[in-house]
């Protein structure tokens, strides 16, 4: 076979071959354009309803008192964790009784969680069940920084989501529900 007749042959190739990396390589770079387009233009949707806690805080200073005045770590359980800086009384009650419901809708996975109410300042043992039903258990410590509202800490004893009061209900058993089928502990 001459140069001549080889050429044509070359060309072809070479074209095929191209083909071949462009068919392989364009996903992936039209993928990191929209993504690089994307982030420029709007936000990242999530799919928790709380608010993501980043970064992540330690509840290690947090601890669990029993009726006894026994404490313990809040490690080794999911918490869905009342904190107020007043006795739970109107909005703060109100959303104890739809966490309660929530409790209850997480059917076989409520063992794995439990409720407890802060308050900053200090809790006295008379008003650990002062305006909630019983299943509430008093939290003490001390942590800077916290707004009122709802917490949900892992077993690690990390916050992780915050919620209002008023959006005590569906968004917290959503978000749990989802936390608990891809958790591994806990």
Known sequence: MSERDRTPSIRRNRTKLV????????PLFGAYALYLYERGTSPWSTTNQ????????????LRVVDRS??????KGRWWILVVTAR????????????LR???VLLNQDQERVRRG??????LGASEVGEGLD????????????????IYVVDPLANLVLHYPFSAAGKPVLQDLKRLLSVSQIG
């Open 19 to 26: 083909g071949i990396f462009l068919v392989a390589f364009a």
């Open 50 to 61: 709380g608010e993501l806690l980043t970064p992540l805080r330690s509840a290690d200073a």
């Open 69 to 74: 005045g026994v404490s313990a770590p809040l």
């Open 87 to 98: 006795t739970c009384d109107g909005e703060c009650a109100a959303a104890a009784g739809r």
């Open 101 to 103: 419901a929530v409790h």
């Open 117 to 122: 109410i802060l308050r900053k300042g200090g």
């Open 134 to 149: 019983v299943g509430w258990e008093r939290v003490t410590g001390e942590m800077t920084g916290l707004d009122d509202g």
